[in-house]
């Protein structure tokens, strides 16, 4: 056969004109899903979602399998897809000795359907910036990983590992610190951080351009941090302060977190509601953390011993869980009542928070030292709670995946199941909008774009239980 023989000409025709019609090619395509639209409280039935690496390309109606071809399919017939979950307030610590329990985390987060953390800072931030790295990048299996870095705090830090903002002078010194570490957002933490420097670092941040949020000195004013462009309050001292007309006498005597109670006492529901308009003009998000004031209100009371999520907590962090219950037992029946009063008062300012437009993020607060709050299990506890609080059960799925990356400025990325958005997915055997529940009959989790199924957490699990008593190594 010459070069140009006509049955070569036939063969480069074919070629081509099969080229023409050449498919398009995905890495995973996830067809026949009932997709979960958090934003509109409906599901969309029948989608086919198209993947390539960890990004969603595509999502349409289901299409002629022969139109496409794909390295990998799930058929979610039945199931449900929504964005993997995010709790919006985690902590990494407990020093050098915890770095490999801390690690041994990871898993936890996935196995319960969490896809991304937001770190509330702690004391190993290299090996946090390092996981978030190699989670990034394909290497290690774990959620994404947002971090604040060290906290900042006065000279007396509350927490190892903070840096120490002692005067004003030492506040763009700080900062810088935590701009070369390439942290996603500012902590300020209150062990002995003064009002004035409290006040300092978020002007310095804003100028910057970074985020700030965290723990307010009780001598300092929350609308006048708003004011300053504070971004957000971890915990909710800081909103129920402003709610009390009582608040600026009771700030003149220096009780610390002793003004607490006679703030509750105190609280005006019309002046919240002032309050909580500013906050959601000022776009200031709230991370309320109910369910470890809820778990450390009882501590005294319920036997964890027998939880069987203490099994997958290393024995150095649970070590650090015994400082709760001492605390617990020396502030006796007054703590646990001021505990119980909090929970109470926080639980009744949801839903005027919500009706306000203010942002609350879901946030289990979990880590070494906060007791009995497992990773994972925790996230779920709190979507409860702010359920039982009265939101909707699409207005509390949105605390954690749609608030989550808002205030990160990454609502780009995530929040929805769209074009565009990376591949991080929930696949589920029954509706989460109709009970929460159902968030936790996980058939598949989809992390950047790769399938994670009930076997493989199963497995990821089984690697970081503690074995007949024995540590692993
Ligand atoms: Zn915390």
New binding site residues.
Partial sequence: MTKFSPLYLFSVLLFFSCNNNSKESYDLVISNASIIDVENDKVISGQTIFISEDEIVEVGDNRDKDSYTSKEEIDAQGKFVMPGLWDN?V?FRGGDTLIRENKDLLPLFLAYGITTVRD??GDITPSVLKWKDQIDKGELDGPTIFSSGPKLDGDQPAWPGSIKVSDSSDIEAALDSVEKLEVDYVKMYDGNLSAENYYGIIEAAEKRGLKTTGHMPMSADFMKAISLGLDGA?HMYYPLKACSPAADSLTKLNLGYGMIEPLIDTYDPELADEVFAKMSEENVFVTP?LYIGKTLAEILEVDHQQDSLLNYIGSGIEKTYQGRIEGAKRAKASGSKMREKMEEISTKMIGPMQNAGVKILAGS?C?AF?SYVYPGESLHGELSALAGAGLTNAQTLRTSIVNGPEFLDLEDKYGSVKEGKVADLLLLEKNPLENLQNLQEITAVVKNGKVINREDLRNMLQSVKRQNGLENE
Avoid: K, V
């Fill in positions: 307030h902590h509330a800072g971890e953390t607060d880590g906060n």
